[in-house]
């Protein structure tokens, strides 16, 4: 097995929504805000060359969005989804799995693409198959008034019209589900239904992508979670689990929206669970 971090493209929330009812005098420490109390993000994904397949885990934002969306988003940097795969030596047409952790636009917008034409829409891995779960796809394309403004039917609906979408059963009971892909999955459903986080067993560790369980190295305390959550005591609850077995087990998490941390371990404190190591990518993946 061999892994890639592709850099999707870089972007800004505010940071009070980022952390929820934390103080700004506290987070600001980690994670510093703007003059619009807006904080750094990263859509980072996960390429994972196994065998025959060419599995890729989130594709970040798209670029078939607006200006005036894109704006609300104060986009920066150079990155994209089609420039890091080219930069690893890919095309979209190498790959030949999509998995989408869950359905909000800056997990899956880079998995749809405009047409040539621009009069519609189709999938921008014409060869792939497309990977979520009944649960979150019922709750993403029938969508609550809390998170309709992230589940964007045009993201979502041509995986399905396409006829490349499959679905991911959650066995009851089960910390670790299986998958068609090779690893183990987590589901939970503090920050939408259902979301699925990757556990891959990489050179003798554990690795995890963290999706929104864990958005940054700032979030590593229990009570710091996000605004967004649909259910944040949930979160609290699912996130002081996996947190206590990452730092029992010193898992490697990937963070997908920590544009200044890559991966990371974590330990037992006397105040908690609480930040061991920061990696690069590269010093991991190597």
């Known amino acids: 097995m061999k892994i890639h971090a592709i850099e999707a493209g870089n972007f800004k929330l505010d ?23 807006l904080i750094d993000i990263a859509a ?9 397949r060419l599995i890729l885990i989130d594709t970040g934002m798209g670029n078939k969005q607006s200006d005036k969306f894109f704006g609300y988003y104060s986009l920066w940097g150079d990155f994209s989804l089609e420039k890091s795969l080219k930069e690893k030596g890919f095309h979209p047409d190498d790959i030949t799995d999509v998995f989408m952790t869950h359905l909000h636009f800056d997990h899956c917008g880079g998995s749809v693409n405009w047409n040539k034409d621009r009069t519609g829409y189709e999938t921008a891995f014409k060869n792939a198959t497309y990977w979520s779960n009944k649960d979150h796809w019922q709750w993403a394309t029938v969508p609550n008034v809390r998170e309709k403004a992230s589940f964007l039917k045009e993201n979502i609906l041509p995986m399905e019209e396409s006829g ?78 996996f947190m206590n077995k990452a730092a029992d087990e010193d898992y490697l998490l990937w963070l997908e929206h920590d544009a200044h941390n890559q991966i990371i371990t974590v330990q037992h404190t006397e105040k908690g669970v609480r930040l061991k190591e920061v990696m690069t990518c590269e010093e991991v993946l190597k």
């Not at 980072?44 to 025959?52: A, F, H, P, Y």
């Not at 690893?183 to 995890?208: C, R």
């Not at 649909?230 to 979160?235: E, I």
């Open 15 to 37: 940071g009070g929504a980022m952390f929820g009812v934390v103080p700004k005098t506290i987070w600001n420490k980690t994670n510093p805000a703007d003059h619009n109390n």
């Open 44 to 52: 980072r994904c996960m390429l994972i060359e196994d065998g025959n």
């Open 164 to 241: 490349q979408l499959k679905f991911i059963e959650k066995p009851d009971g089960d910390y670790l589900a299986e998958s068609p892909l090779g690893f183990g999955i987590l589901f939970v459903d503090g920050h939408t239904e259902k979301q699925m986080l990757p556990h891959l067993q990489y050179e003798g560790k554990t690795l995890v992508f963290c999706a929104d369980l864990l958005a940054t190295a700032g979030h590593i305390p229990i009570p710091y979670v996000m605004g967004y959550d649909t259910r944040p005591l949930l979160t609290v609850d699912e996130k002081a689990k």
